[in-house]
Nanobody, 122 residues
């Protein structure tokens, strides 16, 4: 079992930056690929990016490349999502999730956090 808790969300002005954190419990964190997803109001949850278990591989949704960066600290059982140059359309609940391997498919993620709200004002 892996329990995930996101933090770091909040209200930020357009153009600003945020770093979201996802703290994991359990000794097996380093064996999981970690993904980030987001769900905007009235929209389906979408893939943001994923990092491999070792941290050596990252992959991002095409539309988000360049502004989003995922990193992880396996010693601290934490994965991060750095978001720069925030836009109002980035407003969403952001979720982290754990999967056996790097994947963009939500169905392949075994564990999910409860989400953290990010609101970007114009």
């Amino acid at each position: 079992q892996v329990q995930l808790v996101e933090s770091g969300g909040g209200l930020v002005q357009a153009g600003g930056s945020l770093r979201l954190s996802c703290a994991a419990s359990g000794r097996t964190f380093s064996s999981y690929a970690m993904g980030w997803f987001r769900q905007a109001p009235g929209k389906e949850r979408e893939f943001v990016g994923v990092i491999s278990s070792s941290g050596g591989l990252t992959y991002y949704a095409d539309s988000l490349k360049g502004r989003f960066t995922i990193s992880r600290d396996n010693a601290e059982n934490t994965v991060y999502l750095q978001v720069n140059k925030l836009k109002p359309e980035d407003t969403a609940v952001y979720y982290c999730a754990a999967a056996r391997g790097p994947t963009t498919l939500q169905l392949e993620y075994d564990y999910w956090g409860q989400g953290t709200q990010v609101t970007v004002s114009s």
